[in-house]
């Protein structure tokens, strides 16, 4: 099956820090651009970073500006797998974390089943 899973999600103190996986299979997700999405309780989805790899020498990569100095996508095209390392996080991270596939004009025609990151002590 063409799809993306997430996995790495779950509970974390304040300050720590956890890494988010993205695993594409049926497709190769360096011909995409990959974008990690999060969907705050109660409210609607926020756009995080995006990385597209499928350059020889590194990878073009884009954050929201509030979050790049905590959040940091990345990727490893051998085992087709985007990542989102965070650190220093807060309690307002709680949150639903998805990685979206984009097929073209900014439309998400894939995304991961959604992971949970719960930010407490």
């Known amino acids: 099956d063409v799809q993306l899973v997430e996995s790495g999600g779950g509970l974390v103190q304040p300050g720590g820090s956890l890494r988010l996986s993205c695993v594409a299979s049926g497709f190769t997700a360096s011909s995409y651009w990959v974008h990690w999405v999060r969907q705050l309780p109660g409210k609607g989805l926020t756009w995080i970073s995006g990385?597209?790899?499928?350059?020889?020498?590194?990878?073009?990569?884009g954050y929201d500006d509030s979050m790049a100095g905590r959040f940091v996508v990345s990727s490893d095209n051998a085992l087709n797998t985007v990542y989102r390392e965070m650190s220093s996080v807060e309690p307002a991270d709680t949150a639903v974390y998805y990685c979206m596939r984009d097929g073209g004009y900014w439309h998400g025609d894939l995304w991961g089943q959604g992971i949970q990151v719960t930010v407490s002590s």
């Open positions: 990385i597209y790899s499928g350059y020889a020498d590194g990878a073009l990569t």
